[in-house]
């Protein structure tokens, strides 16, 4: 069964920039894999941020970022808010399937 | 803009079938450019995709490997709705239960709690 680590938490100071990660096991994110990005508040929906590696919807803050790092998917935040204080999945395809990551917890202090 | 709407029961007993309901507005089941999903999510479990379903000229459905011998996702195109069955549940099958759309996941139900016992 494939696994997709993330960072189990992380913090970040309000104006600064965090990096969240997203590993295969089965190797290296490629954007074959469309990996997508979720934000999860308390008692929500997980609301999507970004698909297909570094595609936004319109509701997306320009301040979140999708990429390719070292063979990972990554989401980075780009002068945090304390809004974005909440845990941040990822959402990984491989050919018939999709894998979410555990969570990262992001807090924001 | 595309609404979820979810429908179905909160409690099953074990070894028998989850059965839930999504209907569509804003868009149609039968679409050549969408995709289907559930979604479940329990703190044993995290966030775990169990499926899908899509018209691509003809129906197609994938499913979970964890769940791939219980599970049928069902699109009704007379109520432009899709479902979920799953069989032969167990305790192991609560959570919460969410419909999503597409391969970006861009519109959500409210979500069902599930429980089972």
């Known amino acids: 069964q494939t696994v997709v680590t993330q960072e189990p938490s992380l913090t970040v100071s309000p104006g600064g920039t965090v990096t969240l990660t997203c590993a295969s096991s089965?190797?290296?994110?490629?954007?074959?894999?469309?990996p997508a990005w979720f934000q999860q508040k308390p008692g929500q929906a997980p609301r999507a941020l970004v698909y297909?590696?570094?595609d936004k919807h319109s509701w997306t803050p320009a301040r979140f970022s999708g990429s390719l790092l070292g063979g990972k998917a990554a989401l980075t935040l780009s002068g945090v808010q304390p809004e974005d204080e909440a845990e941040y999945y990822c959402?990984?395809?491989?050919?018939?399937?999709?894998?979410f990551g555990g969570g990262t917890k992001l807090t924001v202090l | 803009q595309v609404r979820l709407q979810q429908s179905g029961p909160g409690l099953v007993k074990p070894s028998q079938t989850l059965l839930l309901t999504c209907a569509i507005s804003g868009d149609s089941v039968s679409s050549n450019n969408a995709c289907w999903n559930w979604i479940r999510q329990s703190p044993s479990r995290g966030l775990e995709w169990l499926g899908r379903?899509?018209?691509?000229?003809?129906?197609?459905?994938e499913y979970a490997v964890s769940v791939k011998s219980r599970i049928i996702i069902n699109p009704d195109t007379s109520e432009n709705q899709f479902s979920l069955q799953l069989n032969s549940v167990t305790p192991e099958d609560t959570a919460l239960y969410y419909c999503a759309r597409g391969i970006d996941f861009d519109s959500w139900g409210q979500g069902t709690l599930v429980t089972v016992s």
């Open positions: 959402l990984v395809y491989y050919g018939g399937g999709w894998v």
């Open positions: 089965t190797g290296a994110v490629t954007s074959g894999h469309y």
């Open positions: 379903t899509y018209y691509r000229s003809k129906w197609y459905n």
């Open positions: 297909s590696t570094t």
